[in-house]
């Protein structure tokens, strides 16, 4: 790798960008010397519940704590069944299986790569489903009132993974609004990224809202007061809540920004044995640029030696994973999703990545 390289993400640039606002945000921590659960905290949570538009948020201490433990706070458990997607990184079947759950695996859209909800309907028809778990994958929105539709059909819960979806929105709702409760991700590369880990719940729902923020402190109603079974320590520190509240304003720009080299690598890729991503309208964020071709090692290997990365989100679906229960995959049908994880391929897409950068990737892959 050289220093020229064009890699997938650069947060050495976007340190340099934003340490005006986040270096006065952490010397405000360190002044305070309060470090978990206090001001920033708070702040954080009311800044992002109302960004979201929902009446709660609950830090913790990272994305897939968030799943579990909005799953926990829903009232799933032991041996429930819940609809979710095979293609978008196991975070939400490592959720499920932290609580002796079952995934229902629902194939997803050749277009979308989001759960397809016709595969949906057959799934919550043959019954006992009890949540569906929706994940914006690459930042795209799925249609929540669609969703909402059919999984209310049923009397399933819908969660939102949100992990890749910061600020995306459809008819003026955000992620993360229009769904019982939803997970958040803020590890380092996400659109809105702490300085180490971190997460949120958000949810409008006072009851899941209310269990959520006591399972994320040992299930405790006051202190050393144990409540509901199921709760844990995981909590979002002052210093990254006070980092997030930072960068928060800079979001709806930093997605902007991503659209725009979504809109250039759209107006300037033609490559017959390449598939471009759909829309590129406010329901997208493009956390990642996802193109498609049959032949992926031979794209790789011809960027790579141009001086360009990419990376395969996601390789093998969940079912396939050596970590997931026996017997997963043996009756499974997920033609699509099998097919994706084999196609797939992300292009650098971040705010800090420059106009002349874009049309280097943009060149190389048309010179493919
Ligand atoms: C779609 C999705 N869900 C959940 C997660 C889990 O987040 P974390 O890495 O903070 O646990 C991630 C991120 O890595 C993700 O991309």
């Known amino acids: 790798m050289t220093s020229s390289m064009i890699t997938m993400n650069d947060l050495g640039r976007h340190w340099h960008g934003s340490r005006a606002y986040v270096e006065p945000a952490i010397h405000r921590v360190l002044a305070r010397a309060w470090y978990v659960l206090g001001e920033e905290c708070r702040s954080f949570e009311a800044e992002f519940a109302d960004f979201c538009g929902a009446r709660h948020c609950i830090g913790v201490g990272n994305g897939t704590d968030a799943l579990e433990l909005a799953l926990r706070a829903l009232g799933i458990g032991r041996g429930d069944r819940v609809a979710t997607v095979a293609n978008a990184g196991y975070y939400a079947s490592a959720a499920l299986f932290q609580l002796d759950a079952v995934p229902v695996y629902v194939d997803v859209d050749r277009s979308t790569r989001l759960m397809d909800l016709e595969r949906l309907q057959e799934a919550l028809q043959l019954g006992d489903v009890k949540c569906v778990i929706v994940t914006h994958l690459y930042g795209l929105l799925h249609d929540m009132r669609a969703v909402r539709t059919i999984a209310d059909k049923y009397g399933a819960r819908v969660l939102e993974d949100c992990a890749q979806a910061h600020g995306a929105e459809r008819g003026g709702v955000r992620a993360g609004a229009a769904s019982d409760v939803a997970a958040f991700s803020f590890y380092p590369t996400k659109n809105l990224g702490a300085l180490g880990d971190g997460g949120a719940i958000v949810t409008s729902d006072d009851v899941v809202g209310d269990r959520a923020r006591k399972l994320r402190q040992y299930g405790w109603t006051k202190k050393y007061e144990n409540?509901?079974?199921?709760?844990?320590?995981?909590?979002?520190?002052?210093?990254?809540?006070?980092?997030?509240?930072?960068?928060?304003?800079?979001?709806?720009?930093?997605?902007?920004?991503?659209?725009?080299?979504?809109?250039?690598?759209?107006?300037?890729?033609?490559?017959?044995?390449?598939?471009?991503?759909?829309?590129?309208?406010?329901?997208?964020?493009f956390h990642l640029f996802v193109v498609e071709t049959d032949e992926r090692e031979s794209l790789r290997a011809h960027l790579m030696a141009r001086g360009i990365g990419s990376e395969v989100h996601y390789p093998i679906p969940d079912h396939r994973q050596r970590a997931a229960p026996g017997g997963l995959s043996s009756t499974l049908q997920l033609p699509v999703t099998e097919r994706l994880c084999g196609r797939v391929l992300s292009l650098p897409c971040y705010p800090e990545m420059t106009d002349e950068e874009a049309c280097a990737v943009a060149t190389a892959v048309n010179d493919w």
């Open 227 to 285: 409540e509901i079974p199921g709760g844990r320590n995981s909590r979002l520190d002052e210093l990254q809540a006070a980092v997030l509240r930072a960068k928060l304003p800079m979001l709806p720009a930093w997605n902007a920004r991503r659209r725009a080299i979504a809109q250039r690598y759209t107006d300037l890729i033609v490559n017959d044995r390449v598939v471009m991503p759909g829309s590129i309208g406010p329901e997208h964020v």
